[in-house]
């Protein structure tokens, strides 16, 4: 059974950093692409950054500012948050799907974690 465990979330100031965890499980890493998705209140699901075997992929609001990576080794997915706006203020879940195509499309994903809240305020 797939399941998808967010953490890391909290409160932090603007300019601040914060790294979320995707801890991975019932499924072999490798062969998927775990993407992170945020949203906002009142706002639709927007993808974030993707990382699969062979590519990632950021959206443009966060190029230059997040990092994501992957330990295989712990089964994990992160994303470095640097430089952090009050409009990165969001719930951010992971997903994941099967192959080595990044897709930042919510449509591509069926397999979602519970999300964890990211609030960036002075």
């Known amino acids: 059974q797939v399941q998808l465990v967010e953490s890391g979330g909290g409160l932090v100031q603007p300019g601040g950093s914060l790294r979320l965890s995707c801890a991975a499980s019932?499924?072999?890493?490798?062969?998927?692409?775990i993407t992170w998705f945020r949203q906002a209140p009142g706002k639709e699901r927007e993808g974030v950054s993707c990382?699969?075997?062979?590519?990632?992929n950021y959206a443009d609001s966060v190029k230059g500012r997040f990092t994501i990576s992957r330990d295989n080794a712990k089964d994990t997915v992160y994303l470095q948050m640097n430089s952090l706006k009050p409009e990165d203020t969001a719930v951010y879940y992971c997903?994941?799907?099967?192959?080595?195509?990044?897709?930042?499309?919510?449509?591509?994903?069926?397999?979602w974690g519970q999300g964890t809240q990211v609030t960036v305020s002075s």
């Open positions: 997903a994941t799907r099967r192959g080595s195509i990044c897709y930042l499309d919510r449509t591509r994903y069926s397999n």
């Open positions: 019932g499924f072999t890493l490798n062969y998927y692409a």
């Open positions: 990382i699969s075997v062979s590519s990632t």
